[in-house]
């Protein structure tokens, strides 16, 4: 059975083709078009799997753009999807972390991968992927440099939750001579910070699993441990856990 | 049949407005009341109308926020703004209105409103269950009888109250039932029908004709009922309860979120709701005045600290309503409402249900967030039944 799990997200489109046991996975940027961002995503996952659209069994989507794609046999939402994704690939987790990159949110899990309970962020760009996208743009390099150029030892403090208001502290920062890698921790632990307040809030259980794209970050991992005082999980392939779990929603996976 | 019926419900508030604008002519007096604690009884008994006044839409705010600030409930901005461009035609009819101090930015704003109209302000003790705070709230029942003898010229007397106290019994036990009715599978009332039932009563210039209307869809709901029930072809539906803010048509954003995504809101426990339906006036009492404080001091709303009768309600609430999932609305910035979550959520999870903690305004710019959040409570739900064995498709 050959079964497609869509993750359209804001910043990042993900898919992942489960034929048997083989997995095929692509990622794209989502751009203007969450719908074009799919189908380029359905193409290549189909062009890697050499395997044909009238193969497929179905498609689930998730992701904020699940709405716009017309090929979705089933929409549902990437609360389901991350629970499921890592139940499979991490059945001792019991707390996700996932932040992407225009929300954050935890996630309660049972053994079967069942949400017990979960928290979101989406009101407000502070502790997403959008806060380091911003402040990185401040510091004039690329976002996925971020945690290579980061200084521990030398981490200064960003006080301001409010993206808008973060950056003119980076500038103010500058201006005093701080060092960009100690600036750079400063950020990632004030997102570490933010999503351990939410986690808190609703209850931490371990093991914890940090997924999403910003999970890509080693230096956002490094704070978040720190804040959490304890190991996290982070998927080899973190950005697909969504996805993942879209695909085995149809395969029948959910009804352990 | 009972569409139609429920459909003319939407009609009173037009129905009202035009027979305000003839009475008033005759000199009748109308009073504009913005909350459930104030005695319409009193108003009643003073030969003037209560009519509740607009609140509950988005177009005024940017209108208030000239002179409010922006970080405060919609709820209250929107009240104000209604006044301020003079675009709630009861608003524009009302000879006094009244306010309670229900909160900080509710008694705040008053206080700036009297530039636009009369307004007589409340004041509202804390606790509902001590000698002093009591003996404040009868005392504010007898300046408020004082202060409508004195704007509307009139004498209030006993009788006259007693009439009105049995009229306004009447109509909350009208309202009960017909909410009541949801307590069945399939609910009766979609919550969007149940909101236009309770909301546009609401704005009813005629008591006794409202009641007569509500018991006449009541009667309607339990014939039609009586083929649905039997029709095993209407799919199960999750039943969401939710309690919280107030809301009315314009601030329906999460019932209508929660429909279209396939479920049911089945019962409302808030002001605009089931709150004050089983509070009945006890009508033993020598002075008219003591039976309607005793009534209104005991009104759940999270402005009494504490406020253990909303949890006892929400409890039972949640039984009798067969409720699968529970939502708590707050209006962003009312801190009341939004602290009270802690211990919602606290009994809620206690009761093994899933439960959604949404903090938004009456605008339109996070329903994407929203829908994710309740789509995956619904999905919570359905996992639930999934594993139990009864499929049951929700999306």
Redesign the interface.
Known sequence: MIVIGLDIGSVAAKGVLLNGDKQYKVVVPTGWSPREAGEKILEGLLEKAKCKYEQVEGIIVTG?GRVSFEKASR??????CHARGVAYLYPDVRTIIDVGGQ?SKVISIDEKG??L??S?N??CAAGTGRFLQVTANALGIDVSEMDKNEIPSEKAAINSMCTVFAESEIIGLLAQNTSKGGIIAGLHQSVARRVTGMARRQGIKEKIAFTGGVALNKGVQRALEEELKTPVIVPEECQFTGALGAALLLSGY??L | MTKSLIESFMDIRGETVSRMLEVKKKGTKVVGVYCTFCPNELIMAAGAIPVGLCGTKEDPIPAAEEVLPRNLCALIKSSYGFGATDTCPFFNFSDLIIGETTCDGKKKMFEIMQDLKPVHVMQLPHLHNEGASFELWVDELRKLKARLEKDLDVEIKDEDIWKAIDLVNQEKRALKEVSDLNKMDPPPLSGLDLLTVIWSSGFTYDRKEIVDRLNKIKDALLEEQKEKAQDASIPYKPRVLLTGCPVGIGSEKVISLVEELGANVVAMENCTGYKTLELQTDTSYEDPLMALAHKYINIPCSCMSPNPYRMELLDQMIDDFKADAVIDLTWQACHTYNIESYDVEKLVKKKGLPMLHLETDYSSSDLEGLKVRIESMLEMIEDDSNRAGHRFRCC
Do not use: A, N, P, Q
Not at chain 1, 75 to 80: A, D, F, M, Y
């Open positions: 904020y929409t549902v939402t990437e609360i389901s929300d069942k949400v309970d979960f979101m989406d009101k959910d009804l």
